[in-house]
């Protein structure tokens, strides 16, 4: 998770909060495309106001996208995600935040130690066929050396 600074109250704070990002800006901070960010704008989690044909996103706009991303390394469904980013909209006590992010996490940790079960048992069974086929290919390596020899002793 992030770390969070306090800031001095007054024009640095100000500042902070009206600092904008290009729809570049933000593709190249987070090493995805621009049509990525507009992707996430389409699905309704960012907000971007426009100047012209240009789009402004805000610091808001910019945390938004960050916790998307991070919900979707996380493997999160688009309405999951939604939902998260939606609850930090709303809420003033993270208790209840903290206490949904925790259930999704176990759900997540489940789901993906299930999927390692299911890798660990495939790599078991490729072992297993390797062996076979390794023993396979000596007793014909063994069997034809046999031939060969029988061939050579007549």
């Keep these: 998770m992030e770390k969070t600074t306090l800031m001095p109250q007054g024009s640095d704070q100000n500042l902070l909060d009206s600092q904008t990002f290009s729809i570049s800006d933000l593709a190249r901070e987070f090493d995805i495309t621009p049509r990525t960010i507009r992707f996430w704008e389409d699905q309704g989690l960012l907000f971007p106001r426009r100047e012209g044909q240009t789009r402004v996103f805000s610091r808001r706009d910019r945390t938004r996208l960050k916790l998307a991303l991070r919900g979707k390394r996380l493997g999160l469904s688009l309405a999951r995600i939604k939902e998260m980013i939606s609850m930090y909209d709303t809420a003033h006590d993270e208790t209840p ?46 069997a034809g050396a046999l031939s060969e020899k029988g061939a050579f002793s007549g």
């Design 97 to 142: 935040q903290l206490v949904k992010f925790l259930d999704v996490l176990a759900e997540r940790r489940a789901a993906y130690e299930r999927q390692r079960e299911d890798i660990e048992a495939v790599l078991d069974e490729i072992a297993g066929f390797e062996q076979v086929c390794c023993e396979l290919l000596a007793k014909e390596a063994a």
